[in-house]
């Protein structure tokens, strides 16, 4: 059974930091591209960021180029998303997902973790 657990969210000032964690498990991890995904209340889910399953092409949104880094452990079967010059629209619930290899498809996602950011 595929499981996506995120961690990490909070409420920080503008201005501030937080760093995301998503832990998988029954998958091989390394095989799948891991994604960031978020929800701000009454919008649409929007893309963030991605890391593929192999290489270093990460991508990010415009809104986040710049303040937010992906990263991966395969080793831990873990993505992480440090979130830096955090803003107040950066508030929302953050899920990550994962596709398998090139596909695009995220077929697998967490339950979502909050973040709120305060002016």
């Known amino acids: 059974q595929v499981q996506l657990v995120e961690s990490g969210g909070g409420l920080v000032q503008a201005g501030g930091s937080l760093r995301l964690s998503c832990a998988a498990s029954g998958v091989t991890f390394s095989n799948y591209a891991m994604g960031w995904f978020r929800q701000a209340p009454g919008k649409e889910r929007e893309f963030v960021a991605t890391?593929?399953?192999?290489?270093?092409?990460?991508r990010y949104a415009d809104s986040v180029k710049g303040r937010f880094i992906i990263s991966r452990d395969n080793a831990k079967n873990t993505v992480h998303l440090q979130m830096n010059s955090l803003k107040p629209e950066d508030t929302a619930v953050y899920y990550c997902?994962?596709?398998?290899?090139?596909?695009?498809?995220?077929?697998?996602w967490g339950q979502g973790t909050q973040v709120a950011v305060s002016s």
């Open positions: 890391i593929p399953w192999r290489g270093r092409s990460t």
């Open positions: 997902a994962a596709a398998y290899m090139s596909t695009g498809k995220y077929d697998f």
